[in-house]
């Protein structure tokens, strides 16, 4: 039986896990009895809630073609650009991937980031034109589009010859020719038979045992399991290994003591051992890691490991030290944070855990606000309480004249043809620069500029109200460039409270025409917490609980009933977004509070004069 290793990669929302489902349920995968679900590939808690792929994950299907039996190892991958440090990992474990385009939308930013790792890599993909059956699709300008995409990338005549499909993920069907119609995916399964090398490692059965670990998960029953493609050799449970780190010193020996391939959506273990060009899960060892090689005991050398692209956002954790703190999470000592983050780090590359100057507080380096606030989210669902801080860029120094350099972005934007004024406006305010704009179909315009990551950090809201929920931004990020001088973002001040207690319903009426309130009545609040934005720039202290003065005298007319407006509740992202420097978000696992890094107002002020 043949094998083959493919990653499926692509933009953000142009149909990976639900092509995947395809290919799985058209294989043969689910029994004719079994439920099959939706993105079945989707398996955390919050990837379905979102509606996005966060982690990468493989699966393996036994295809029965024009060439024979082959069993192929699919990797389905994330398309958002915070979680790009899953693809660079998982491209050093396939010999070949299909690109997916959507025929309607075209080739995005992140089509971009995804094809230069593949490209770099040497890979020769396949690209798949998905969604062709929408009503907007274009299928032959998005094919221009993607060859151009090739040729500016550096593609070599080899890759720019790459073969083309056309595919509706969702309705499972595939085509090598819109004029000849077809029921399901064969022409996708055969191609990729056809296109795909088996994998060079097979070559080298019979040499010593190797493995480069590129994915790490623990299992309460195995303890670590390491995943990665066999390079050399083969793995028999019970054989001897070692481990060494990327510069070749020795970390850890041990046995195997489970092979676990994936078979379907589900792994079994292989107790006759795996070999060489298979992608596997081994357990057995406790210290390694991503990034470190498994092999025989005989083998001196480590085998090259694929560079990460640096972190471009980070923000400060620390514990929370409000005076709510501790009564919802049970997980709140700063050593506890640290080894969740530490272990977070271990197990996510793109991501860097350093400990501060401050006492119980850490650095988190990511690649977006939506990779950190995922991991901020997941810890609050496991009972943490920590403390964030607003996400600042990470500076980098010129290594010839040692000036400050700043990351910058390629920013694309879809949007209603009546929105392009304002959205130019507001990115050019905080030095972005526009590259290139033109009509896209369908009454939109698509906005493509260069903009520095701080300036985009909080807007994503600000962008929504200005287009009427309309508008798609996709951003990567691109390189770093010179220092652009500061940005005046414009935000309104804040009102906050100015004493312990809980709120009252005539406070709250009373403070509703000095801006937009963040609680509801009712709610506990504490000196220095944020409970609304101001209608004007400066802070405001304000007294949510005061209630109404009650006497023995009627009121010549009934009293008014208090009606409020309903707060604007901010979700971890809005807030983390939203906060200035002088500012944290207090996040448990029942709320998400915003409050004044200085409790107490006359501090506060003191502070402000000394600055």
């Known amino acids: 039986m043949s094998l083959r290793n493919i990653a499926i990669i692509a933009h953000v929302d142009h149909g ?50 024009k060439a024979g039996e082959t069993r192929i190892n699919i990797i389905d991958t994330p398309g958002h650009a915070d979680f790009g440090g899953e693809v660079e990992r998982i491209l050093g474990m396939v010999d070949g991937c299909v690109l997916l385009v959507d025929a309607e939308e075209g080739v995005m930013p992140q089509t971009k980031f995804v094809l230069g790792k593949a490209l770099k890599m040497g890979l020769r993909p396949i690209l798949c034109l998905n969604k062709v059956d929408r009503p907007h699709a274009d299928p032959d300008r998005v094919l221009n589009d993607a060859f151009d995409l090739f040729a500016a990338m550096g593609a070599t005549d080899e890759q720019l010859d790459f073969p083309h499909i056309y595919a509706s993920g969702k309705n499972g069907w595939a085509t090598l020719d819109l004029a000849k119609p077809n029921d399901d995916l064969s022409p996708l399964f055969d191609l990729i038979v056809d296109h795909v090398p088996a994998p060079k ?94 092999c025989a005991l005989d083998v001196t050398e480590a085998l090259p490991a694929q560079p990460i692209d640096p972190p471009t956002i980070s923000m400060t954790v620390s514990v929370n030290d409000s005076p709510l703190a501790g009564r919802e999470g049970d997980k709140v000592q700063s050593r506890v944070i640290a080894a969740r983050l530490q272990k977070e780090a271990e197990s996510n590359v793109a991501i860097r855990v350093t400990e501060t100057s401050e006492k119980d507080a850490y650095e988190v380096a990511g690649r977006g606000e939506l990779q950190l606030g995922v991991l901020i989210e997941s810890m609050r669902r496991e009972g943490f309480e920590v403390s964030i801080s607003r996400p600042r860029v990470v500076y980098q120094a010129d290594e010839e004249t040692g000036e400050r350099m700043e990351p910058i972005e390629d920013v694309m934007i879809d949007v209603d043809d009546e929105f392009t004024g304002i959205v130019i406006e ?55 460039e010179a220092y652009k001088g500061p940005i005046d973002a414009g935000r309104k001040g804040v009102l906050v409270s100015n004493s312990d207690g809980e709120t009252a319903a005539y406070a709250l009426w009373n403070l509703e025409e000095r801006g937009t309130m963040f609680v509801g009545a009712g709610e506990k609040t504490y000196q220095g917490m944020i409970i609304g934005e101001n209608s004007r720039s400066d802070d405001l202290d304000v007294n949510p609980m005061k209630a109404k003065q009650l006497t023995n005298v009627r009121a010549s007319g009934k009293d008014e009933a208090v009606r409020l407006t309903p707060p604007r509740r901010l979700t971890l992202e809005q807030a983390i977004a939203y906060i200035e420097e002088d500012e944290l978000v207090e996040v448990t696992p029942k709320n998400i509070r915003l409050r004044k890094k200085v409790l107490n107002p006359s501090f506060r002020k003191k502070r402000a004069r000394e600055d």
């Not at 001897?240 to 041990?254: C, F």
């Open 201 to 294: 490692a097979e070559a080298r059965k019979d040499e010593p045992f190797q493995i480069l670990s590129v994915l790490i998960e623990s299992d309460p029953f195995l303890g670590r399991l390491l995943t990665g493609r066999i390079e050399a050799g083969k793995a028999v449970p019970g054989m001897p290994i070692k481990a060494l780190s990327r510069d070749g010193k020795e970390i850890e020996r041990g046995r195997i003591t489970k092979v676990l391939a994936f078979r379907g959506l589900k792994r079994q273990p292989i107790d006759g051992g795996a070999e060489a060009g298979d992608i596997v899960a081994i357990a057995g060892l406790s210290k390694a890691t991503v990034a470190d090689t498994l």
């Open 16 to 65: 990976k896990t639900t092509l995947v489902d395809q290919l799985l349920a058209q294989s043969g995968v689910f029994r004719a009895n079994e439920a099959t679900v939706e993105r079945a590939m989707d398996s955390n808690d919050q990837e379905r809630e979102r509606g996005i792929t966060i982690l990468a994950k493989c699966t393996s299907v036994l295809w029965n073609g």
């Open 426 to 480: 507001k990115l050019s305010a905080r030095k972005a620069e526009l590259k290139d704009m033109g009509p896209s179909g369908a009454g939109k315009t698509r906005i493509s500029l260069m903009s520095p990551s701080r300036s985009l950090i909080g807007y994503q809201g600000e962008f929504l109200t200005d287009t009427r929920g309309s508008g798609v931004l996709n951003r990567v990020f691109s390189h770093y």
